[in-house]
C-alpha cells in the first residue's frame, strides 16, 4: 500500500515564524502536491512538483515556497507565517494518470 | 470557469438505509471524475475512479454514475454503515498537459444508529 506521511498531525506556531510542513512517500511517485483544506471551500492546490527539483504553483501559492531535493520528500516553507495561514494541510503523491494518495494531513495553527 | 459542485452539502440518514449524492461539473476538457471518501480526521481516500466512456462503477456498496452528456455524477452508497460517516468528495480531472485536478467542497455524511 502507499503510504505518504506527513510529519506532524497538529501543529502550533507564531506569526512571523518560518514554518516547515515534511512530506514523504513511498512508493517511488513522480508527483507530488501540497494542498490546503479550509470549511466550505474544498481542496485548494498550493504548489506542486512533477519530480525532483521541478516545481509549479498551483492556485494560491502567495506566502508559501517548496523544495524537493530528493524524489521521496516534498517540504511546504511558510516564510513568515501569519493567521489567515491557519488551515489544513494535505501532501498528496501519484504517478502520472493515477489517483493521488494523500497524507492523513497537518492541522496548522498561527497564532 | 471550472467549477465542481456537490450537493447536498450534509445528510443524516439512519443506519441502513441508502442515500444518493450528486455532483455538477463544468470541467472542460474533461479526463475522468473521482470520488474520495474522507474520514474526519484523515487524508481522502479514493473510492472510484471514472472515465469519459463509462456509465457506472461499483466499489463494494458504493456506486458511482456518470453522465458525460449532462456533466453530473452521482455516488449512491447502499445499506450505510457506520463507518460510512465521512465527507465524501468529488474530484474532476482535465485533459491534457499537466492533469489539473478540480475538488468539489464534499458532502458531509452521518449515518446514526
Known amino acids: 500500500d502507499v503510504k505518504v506521511t506527513q510529519s506532524s498531525r497538529y501543529l502550533v506556531k507564531r506569526t512571523g515564524e518560518k514554518v516547515f510542513l515534511e512530506c514523504v512517500q513511498d512508493?517511488?511517485?513522480?508527483?507530488m502536491f501540497w494542498y490546503r483544506q479550509d470549511p466550505g471551500l474544498g481542496l485548494r492546490l498550493i504548489y506542486f512538483s512533477y519530480d525532483v527539483k521541478m516545481k509549479e504553483k498551483g492556485d494560491i501559492p502567495e506566502g508559501y515556497s517548496v523544495s524537493r531535493e530528493k524524489k521521496e520528500r516534498f517540504s511546504l516553507i511558510l516564510e513568515s507565517a501569519s493567521t489567515n495561514q491557519t488551515s489544513m494541510y494535505l501532501c498528496?503523491?501519484?504517478?502520472?494518470?493515477?489517483?493521488?494518495?494523500f497524507g492523513d494531513g497537518t492541522r496548522l495553527s498561527i497564532l | 470557469k471550472n467549477q465542481v459542485e456537490q450537493s447536498p452539502q450534509s445528510l443524516i440518514i439512519l443506519e441502513g438505509k441508502n442515500c444518493t449524492l450528486q455532483?455538477?461539473?463544468?470541467?472542460?476538457?474533461?479526463?475522468?471524475l473521482r470520488w474520495y471518501k474522507q474520514d474526519t480526521g484523515r487524508g481522502p481516500v479514493s473510492l472510484t475512479i471514472m472515465t469519459f466512456s463509462e456509465n457506472t462503477k461499483s466499489n463494494g456498496r458504493y456506486t458511482a454514475t456518470l453522465d458525460a452528456d449532462t456533466k453530473q455524477s452521482s455516488l449512491h452508497i447502499t445499506a450505510s454503515q457506520l463507518s460510512d460517516s465521512a465527507s465524501y468528495i468529488c474530484?474532476?480531472?482535465?485533459?491534457?498537459?499537466?492533469?489539473?485536478?478540480?475538488f468539489g467542497t464534499g458532502t458531509k455524511l452521518q449515518v446514526i444508529p
Open positions: 512508493m517511488d511517485h513522480e508527483n
Open positions: 474530484v474532476v480531472i482535465h485533459s491534457g498537459g499537466y492533469q489539473k485536478v478540480t
Open positions: 498528496a503523491s501519484r504517478s502520472p494518470n493515477q489517483p493521488q494518495h
Open positions: 455532483c455538477n461539473y463544468t470541467v472542460s476538457p474533461f479526463s475522468n
